[in-house]
């Protein structure tokens, strides 16, 4: 690799525009399908090949003990806030320790909760449970029926997406005999009643989209054969899919929406009547959130005209749903972002809506109430840099539960009732001594002149000599924000050894709301590269760190990020963690759940789209370069959203171009790459070893 880009870097607006490496799609027969064989002999021979190569050159580091070591410490810490659900006067929690490593679904009272003293008693035991079954058994969710009484329990194999839906007793602490059971699929569900089941799943051939979901939505009664269950809604197999969901006002009131996404962001609602399902009248690029005091509770992702007004796009909309169904529907805002501003989820209690957020990418959380024929706003008082998120929330309750944290302050979880001051519940103990770190907020000025925020956690006395070893990560896609969140591990094995840590808000996500996204999207999305590169050269310039000292991490569509920057601009950086990643861009939609993201990324059946994909599409553009970095790639045999194919083919073809590289696939653990503790504890030693490895030495 380079080492030569100069220590001064005073560099003008213009160098900072991308130059991204010549292009060179593949035209001939992709030489390496044979690694898209998830379960292939040839392809698992393979990757035990790899795994047994990488492995030892981390794992047998003599400080590799002590990072593992740390690492379970951090896993298999029982200082942790047990959050989870607010739900008929109790907090369910689902709880995962060194003594229930699949973990226990577990429930407290709300008074008890709320005194930081409570008082668990144990619905569902998973490890049991795995026993007895002689099942890999992981925990999914649960959702509940209006009674509170049935719950349907997920459980996946071994971490994959799919899930088996079996229904549990919340009385007798079991499954029930002869209840609802939905075998293993990529399934959605919605109580209707309680003895009416509202199913998406896959019904038997040609029930699929092409992103692999279902699109046909069925009623299902008890005591009846699911092949029985009558069809209520069917969309299109061109559809990513077909779902539903279910909401609960203050007043007890149920209704179900039939939910009918087109692509990953336009979406088609539609309220589950007697009579049949009707279309609610809303923008395609809209969320619905909540049902509270008898409104639909809306954000929008696009501007929307309708009645003789506009509302612009990131707005908090509330619609009477007696209106919602009409072509022109009453429309009250509750809230309207600046610029600088968005909201997330929003959650109802039985007196109010949260809704956390940010300002300039510092954590907000506001209350709105409806009173006096109007919405008011509130925002509760909390430290001004961090980030918020609502812990628990039901209409049928006034008491509410959300914490706080930032890079350097653990955890604090809150109670707030009513229109009360937050009270402090609980706060953890800090897991790394955090006095001698800062943290700082700067901007880098990326290539069409937008300014792009990112955090830097670093020494105090850290000095400005551009030989800080950096870590920088990002993501960058699907409106994900990312957030100035404590993160125990990067204290430990990061900043503790040594490291500066970087958290970048390039556009892509929705640190400013909706508009921050859709500058990226589809033949637009170099800009999130540039966002990036002007990021990298901003530590440079700033003498934080060097090409030397800096690597980059991103997972998913951030393994996007990474192999697209690599190629583009690989003199950058000395490291690089491809995890879970997108790597073949021309065929990403033939795989798994690919063809859910075209509205993200494009169609490379679109000749305009596919004509941009093939500039940035990180596997075909590989080419041998004396700058390229040794990388690190990790991936899951069970990932069943982000095929494994992309990871294996890319380390294949480095193999061919003869340049070093590092890689691991766990055999378990689905898309998060982790089907438990201990794994989730190795595979970020492992991320941390090779860090050390490449950046500290």
Known sequence: MRHAIAAAFAFSLAACASAPAPTAPVTAEDPHLWLEEIEGEQALDWVRAQNARSLPVLENDPRYPGLLEAALEVAQSRDRLPLGQVRGGYLYNFWQDPDHVRGIWRRATLDSYAANAPRWETVLDIDALARAENANWVWQGAECDPSGVRCMISLSNGGLDAATEREFDLTTRGFVENGFVI?????????????????????????????????????????????????????????????????????????????????????????????????????????IHQFFNDRLIVTLEEAWSIGGATYPSGSLLALPL???????????????????????DVEATRDGLLAPGFDNVRGRLWR?????????????????????????????????????????????????????????????????????????????????????PYFVVRRRDMQLNGQNPTL????????LSQVPSYNAYVG????????????ANIRGGGEFGPAWHDAGLLTNRQRIYDDFYAVERDLVARNITSPRRLGISGRSNGGLLM?????????????????????????????????????????????????????????????????????????????????????????ARLDELGIPYLYYENTDGGHSANANLREAARRRTLEYMYLTQRLID
Do not use: C
């Open 183 to 287: 075998p293993e699929a990529k399934s959605n569900f919605g109580w209707l009643d309680r003895d009416t089941l509202l199913v998406a799943t896959n019904w038997g051939e040609g029930a699929l989209t092409e992103s692999g979901y279902p699109f046909v939505l069925k009623a299902w009664r008890r005591g009846t054969p699911l092949a029985s269950a009558v069809e209520i809604l069917r969309g299109e197999p061109r559809d990513v899919s077909v779902s539903v969901a279910t909401f609960e006002d203050e007043s007890g009131d149920h209704i179900a929406i039939a939910v009918e996404a087109e692509t990953f962001f336009e979406t088609v609602y539609s309220l589950i009547t007697p009579e049949g399902p009707v279309r609610l009248t809303l923008p395609r690029k809209s969320t």
């Open 322 to 344: 007696s209106h919602a169904t009409l072509a022109a529907p009453r429309v009250e805002v509750v809230f309207t972002p600046t610029s600088r501003q968005s909201i997330g």
């Open 368 to 452: 709105f109430t409806y009173d006096d024929g109007g919405w008011r706003t509130h925002q509760v008082q909390l430290p001004p840099t961090g980030v918020v998120s609502v812990a628990g929330a039901s209409t049928s309750e006034r008491a509410a539960f959300f914490t706080f944290e930032d890079f350097l302050t653990p955890p604090t979880l809150y109670a707030l009732s009513g229109g009360g001051a937050p009270r402090a519940v609980r706060s953890l103990p800090a897991q790394f001594d955090a006095s001698p770190y800062v943290t700082e907020q700067f901007e880098a000025t990326s290539a069409d002149g937008t300014r792009v």
């Open 472 to 479: 920088l990560y990002a993501y960058g896609g699907f409106q």
């Open 492 to 503: 430990r094995l990061w900043l503790d050894q040594g490291g500066t840590y970087v958290l």
């Open 563 to 651: 192999g697209v920057m690599l190629n583009q601009h690989p003199e950058m950086v000395h490291a690089a963690i491809i995890g879970s990643p997108l790597l073949d861009m021309l065929r990403y939609d033939q795989l798994l759940a690919g063809a859910s993201w075209v509205g993200e990324y494009g169609s490379p059946a679109i000749p305009e789209q596919r004509a941009f994909l093939e500039t940035i599409t990180p596997y075909q553009n590989l080419r041998a370069r004396d700058d390229f970095p040794t990388v690190f790639i990790y991936t899951s045999t069970k990932d069943d959203r982000v095929h494994p194919g992309h990871a294996r083919k890319y380390g």
